[in-house]
């Protein structure tokens, strides 16, 4: 079989295979490049002839492209819908309204705006609608993700995506500014979550090496593609490879720590940052923490940690159900066995000391890139103490920080 980090794109997204890992893997995706105008009609053609598409955007947006789409649109032969949007979903309350009452002859969603893209991937989850997203910058947050989630009134609502997607790239379009800081900053982030997920799979046995390697590839050439000329592309590119891998794992591969940091750092810090950012304060104060862990001697603590003191505080702070929350908590308290722990430290210590010495190199990056110096004096030690203390309680989340909590030292390293 040919190595899925070796695929073509356009092929890699189209790619079914029954894997080793025992399950049928297929990312239900399809990339188009050329034109976008034209991949739109041609797509369009195929999946709403005759029939409406919404097309998702902003207000400012709308004014300076819509005309564009919406004639792609009916060049297909097909009715544009208009749905207006603000880019803060959570705050305008006439954003449910227009897309909940989506007619019933709506047959495609597009997307030509990154910051809608959670919206566009949870709309078009929700109705089982094809999602098309106009890819015009390096960030693709969302795009293709297989449980996409969205804040709605104040809750973080979940939904497994399992609708067909296109993605289509104009390469010539394809533009930088400060997205291609914050694709990287995602991008790279994964990193931890690799380390994560390879503990997932010793403690719980859950693991694909498919879609381990195709990650790791995904996420080495997002780093080695900072620093070329052709990065918004790039990283762009890098971007959907590790969305399929996401898609093969069901969302797993990228649920590491420093993803479930940055969910409780939404609320805090001076300043709002993006999800891909947070994740990458995250995943560079996670490094340093890991290696502390696996690099001190420790025995197991023996006090057990107040599971249901954790649940409770965990569901206030995001909205989900305690019971849900502690039974989680519960499941991925049986997997930790102290001997084990201590195996796998020692398995990972040397790479996770190659990674901390990589840390500087990916903030320089990030920063070259266009990144926000802002980001690493927004969090207090307070905060950051408090979210890396509950992250390991998130439901489907597993990581270092998991064996942590069971053996004690997250009271102590931080
Ligand atoms: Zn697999």
Redesign the pocket.
């Known amino acids: 079989m040919e190595k899925l980090a070796q695929m073509d794109l356009s092929a890699l997204a189209e790619h079914k295979f029954a894997?080793?890992?025992?399950?049928n893997?297929a990312a239900k995706a399809h990339v188009l490049y050329g034109d976008a105008s034209e991949s739109l009609k041609a797509v369009l053609e195929k999946i709403a002839p005759m029939s409406k598409a919404a097309l998702l955007c902003t207000r400012d947006a709308f004014y300076a492209e819509g005309e564009r789409w919406m004639r792609a649109v009916r060049n297909a032969g097909a009715t544009p819908l208009n749905v207006i949007l603000a880019k803060k979903f959570d705050n305008a309350l006439e954003n449910i309204g227009g897309l909940f009452s989506l007619p019933d002859d709506v047959r495609a969603v597009i997307v030509f705006e990154s910051a809608l893209y959670d919206v566009a991937s949870y709309f078009s989850a929700l109705k089982n609608l094809p999602a098309v997203y106009i890819a015009r910058s390096a960030e693709a947050e969302n795009m293709l993700s297989p449980v996409v989630f969205l804040k709605i009134r104040r809750k973080t609502e979940f939904i497994y995506a399992d609708n067909e997607k296109y993605v289509l790239i104009d390469p010539a379009s394809i533009t930088a500014g400060k997205s291609a800081a914050a694709a990287f900053a995602s991008l790279s982030s994964a990193i931890v979550s690799l380390i994560d997920y390879r503990v997932r799979g010793v403690f719980t046995g859950e693991y694909?090496?498919?879609?381990y390697n195709l990650a790791r590839a995904a996420i080495s050439s997002a780093v080695n593609a900072a620093a070329s000329e052709n990065a918004p592309l790039e990283l762009l590119e890098a971007r959907i490879r590790l969305a399929v891998a996401e898609t093969?794992?069901d969302g797993k591969i990228l649920r590491g720590g420093e993803n479930a940091v940055a969910e409780f750092l939404e609320a805090a810090g001076k300043a709002p940052f993006s999800f891909a950012e947070r994740k990458f304060f995250a995943a560079l104060k996670l490094i340093d923490i890991y290696h502390a862990f696996f690099s001190l001697p420790h025995g197991k603590d023996m006090r057990v940690p107040d599971y249901v003191c954790r649940a409770k505080e965990v569901a206030a702070a995001t909205g989900a159900k305690e019971s849900v929350v502690l039974e989680g908590i519960l499941k991925t308290a049986a997997a930790v066995s102290d001997e084990r722990v201590k195996e796998t430290g020692a398995q990972l210590l040397f790479e996770i000391e190659a990674l901390k010495n990589l840390t500087g190199k990916f903030a320089a990056t990030y920063y070259a890139l266009g990144g926000n110096k802002e980001l690493f004096k927004n969090y207090a030690p307070e905060e950051v103490r408090r979210a890396v203390f509950y992250a390991p309680d998130l439901p489907e989340t597993f990581s270092v920080l998991t064996l942590m909590r069971e053996s004690g030292a997250l009271e102590y390293l931080l």
């Open positions: 894997c080793l890992c025992g399950k893997h694909c090496s498919e879609s093969y794992t």
